[in-house]
Structure formats: structure tokens, C-alpha cells
């Protein structure tokens, strides 16, 4: 069903400089000054083409970029057609001394609209962000970071190639401003080629990160089809990140809630609605992560819920049947979804923050930080919090397979693809 196929990535030569200088997180979680940190430290650095501002029309600068980089030799296509392996080495706050290891495929991957069924969004999308991506790809005709998606594959075919690929030495190996290791291989033989491509044929995609992306590219497609370019041509394809859903090293965070600008905002009124279908129980604030912990692996549906001091409250769904009756339009998957249930019965009925608020951000913002939710309360920033539990890889892939999509901020992947170790050049 999904197809996925080699290509000659734009890369980095040494003419750039150092690796470590030319790299950097997602656009999408870049400050105005990290870019411009960026930029000061080697000019080459990828957010010029990837997040471009410094001109009167950014995209046109960004295709300028481009060439200029290509023409002198900054940028270079490899010579052979490969299936990169990509692999991140990195720690957890909870686990400091203990390393994890993530990696998976970079290829293209033939562009389907998500009603047949083959690529699976998780997620609502913003248009706004499309735009400015689909401006980006028609000035410049490149994809310069991954879509990130999950692939099931239970016989272990897929893994059994990488690893034995993985015991070569890599292509590149950088660390990160934040200490993560990232690590490239190129896979290049024709029968391990064969085998890890004729495996996807019967394989279903779910995009964890890039949506966004994704959509755009469709549209991009679309847009070239409707100038002349033939069905066929590269950029029916775009790059893609693909990770095979029970790897050990795949980390989902859960993104947390926090309150500003309610009017007539009452703590004591909350949980007093809440008492009718939540179990609510004072813990200390220090024993909350426990609680959560605990209440994740019995797979009970618990949020904290945190309004300053050192006490929250832990908020445990009394009988999940309730959903049935407030969302008897959607599957059971999405219907037991812990941000569903917090939406739906917390933030819409009790404080009346309905999904066009969600979307705005009016009277709700997000974090993935525990730290930062807690003290954003503590300084008066916000009102509250509610503290969720992650999201399960499986409920990802249940909503998806539902042709569903969770609410915005469902879900944080960690750790994030680095932007910049292979690029996918769609017009030349």
C-alpha cells in the first residue's frame, strides 16, 4: 500500500563548515533569537532555507539561497540513489544516565490523499502554517526536514536489514546544542533495497509529526500538476522519517493544559462539577508524576489538576461509559482518548472553552514542561493546569486507522528530527 523509494539526498559538504554549525531543531519550535544564533554562528546553517525572514519577500531569498549554496558547491546531491538510516541517541529527565536509541528510514514516500487509506493523519491542522509552507516549496522546490510517521511491521524483516546496515561505519555523526547524538547511514545495496521496500507494499503509514508538511505537499503537487508537470514526477513523492511503531526508543510526551483570562475563574467550582464524573483526591504536588504513573498503567483515565501551593488535586474518570453518550459520533478509540475526555467534559461543559477557543488559544495554551506548567501558575502567568498522562502509540494508531484525528496537542514526540542532514530536491 505505501510506497517508499530511494533518492539521491541534498547534503551538506565540508564547504559549509562544521556539521554541528549547519543543523538545527524544527522550524516550528525556533525563537527569534535561537535564529538568529543560528545564523551567527556559520550563515550556511539550514534555518536560512528552512525558516527564512531576512527580506522583504523571505521566500524569494530563501530560492536564492538555495542556488547560491548549489552553485558553490555548499550543497551537493550524493551520487547514488540510497535509503538513509537515522538514528538519535538520547536521555530522559526521569532517566539521566541511561541512553536511548531511536532510528528508522529516510525516503521518499509517494504522496496519498488520506481518504484511501494508506498515509494516516493523527491530528487537526492549522491553514495558516500550510501556507507559509506551501510559499516555501513553490519558491524553492525542496523539502529541507522529514514528516515523521509510524509503520507497523511485525516480522521484524525491515529491523533485521537496519541493523546489519547499522554496523558500518555511518556517513556523519553530530551532537547537538542539547546533547543528542544523530547518526547517518546510507543504505545503497540493491537486495537490501528490494527487501525493505517490497515490505512496505502491504504497510500502512501514520504521520506522528508533520502534518503540516504533509498537507502542503500535496498541494504543492497539486499546483505543479496544474502547470504541466507530469503524473510521476518527484514531487509526487516527499521525505519521509518512517519508524516502525513498537521500537523501544519511540517516546510520545503528554502536552499539558494551562488556563488564562477566565472570567469569574473559581478552583472550588471546578472540581465541584468535576465530582460528578471524576473521583477528586488532594495529593501532594511532589507525588503527583506517581499518581499519573499509576494511574496510566492500570489504564485509567486521571489528570492532575493544579492551581498553586503545594497540594493538586488527581481527577480519575469514575466510568468511561460516559463518553459513549457525549460522543456517540465518533469511534471507541477516540472516545476514550484522555484529551478527549479532558475537552469534553472538563474544559467544554465546566469551563465552557468550546473547540474554536481551543483553536485560538483564547483561554488555553500549551506545554509539553511539567516545570513550566507548574511555575507559569506560581508566577500568576495562568490560572490553572491540567496535567495529562501521554498518549499511547497504540491509541495513535487506532484514531488514525478510524480516519480520525485527535485535537491539536495531543500528542509530543520526542526526541524531534533534526533539520538539515538530508534534504529532498523535487525541481532542479
Given at each position: ?37 543560528y ?122 536489514v ?9 556517513l ?5 546544542e ?23 507494499v ?8 508533520g ?61 465541584a ?80 472553552i ?30 490553572g ?17 478510524a ?26
Open positions: 500500500m505505501a510506497e517508499i523509494r530511494p533518492f539521491r539526498a541534498l547534503r551538506f559538504t565540508q564547504k559549509a563548515g562544521p556539521l554541528e554549525q549547519l543543523l538545527c531543531p524544527p522550524y516550528d519550535i525556533i525563537s527569534e533569537q535561537q535564529r538568529q544564533g545564523l551567527k554562528t556559520n550563515p550556511n546553517n539550514i534555518i536560512r532555507l528552512e525558516l527564512p525572514r531576512d527580506a522583504a519577500d523571505p521566500y524569494a531569498a530563501a530560492s536564492e539561497t538555495l542556488k547560491g549554496m548549489l552553485d558553490s558547491g555548499v550543497l551537493k546531491r550524493d551520487d547514488t540513489a540510497a535509503l538513509y538510516i537515522y538514528e538519535i541517541e538520547f536521555t530522559l529527565d526521569n532517566h539521566p544516565d541511561e541512553k536511548y536509541r531511536l532510528h528508522g528510514i529516510v525516503g521518499q514516500v509517494h504522496l496519498e490523499e488520506f481518504d484511501k487509506g494508506i498515509v494516516l493523519p493523527h491530528e487537526e491542522t492549522l491553514s495558516k502554517a500550510k501556507e507559509d509552507r506551501l510559499n516555501l516549496m513553490k519558491a524553492t522546490g525542496c523539502n529541507f526536514s522529514n514528516v515523521y510517521s509510524l509503520y507497523n511491521d511485525e516480522s521484524g524483516t525491515i529491523e533485521a537496519l541493523s546489519a546496515a547499522m554496523q558500518e561505519t555511518p556523519c555523526e553530530v551532537t547537538d542539547a546533547g543528542l547524538v544523530h547518526r547517518l547511514w546510507a543504505l545503497t545495496d540493491e537486495t537490501a533495497l528490494q527487501t525493505v521496500t517490497a515490505q512496505f502491504d504497510t500502512k503509514l501514520y504521520i506522528a509529526d502534518h503540516h508538511r504533509y498537507e502542503t505537499a500535496i498541494n504543492y503537487r497539486n499546483y505543479l500538476r496544474s502547470q504541466g508537470t507530469p503524473i510521476g514526477a518527484d514531487s509526487d513523492y516527499i521525505m519521509m522519517m518512517v519508524v516502525e511503531m513498537s521500537h523501544p526508543g519511540l517516546v510520545v510526551f503528554p502536552t499539558h493544559r494551562l488556563l488564562k483570562d477566565l472570567s469569574n475563574f473559581s478552583a472550588e467550582a471546578v472540581l462539577a468535576c465530582a460528578e464524573d471524576f473521583y477528586t483526591e488532594e495529593v501532594a504536588l511532589s507525588s503527583l508524576n506517581e499518581r499519573l504513573d499509576a494511574a496510566y498503567d492500570e489504564g485509567k483515565k486521571a489528570f492532575g489538576f493544579y492551581v498553586g501551593g503545594d497540594k493538586a488535586v488527581l481527577l480519575t474518570l469514575k466510568d468511561i461509559g460516559v463518553m459513549d453518550a457525549v460522543l456517540p459520533q465518533v469511534s471507541a478509540a477516540s472516545r476514550q482518548l484522555d484529551v478527549n475526555v479532558l475537552h469534553t467534559l472538563v474544559l467544554e461543559r465546566v469551563l465552557g468550546d473547540k474554536a477557543n481551543m483553536a485560538q488559544q483564547i483561554n488555553l495554551t500549551y506545554t509539553r514542561s511539567l516545570n513550566e506548567a507548574i511555575e507559569g501558575v506560581n508566577s500568576g502567568l495562568y490560572q493546569t491540567f496535567i495529562l498522562n501521554p498518549t499511547r502509540v497504540s491509541e495513535i494508531r487506532d484514531v488514525a486507522a480516519g480520525e484525528k485527535m485535537p491539536q496537542k495531543s500528542t509530543y514526540f520526542y526526541p524531534k528530527l533534526i533539520t538539515g542532514l538530508t534534504m529532498n530536491q523535487l525541481t532542479r
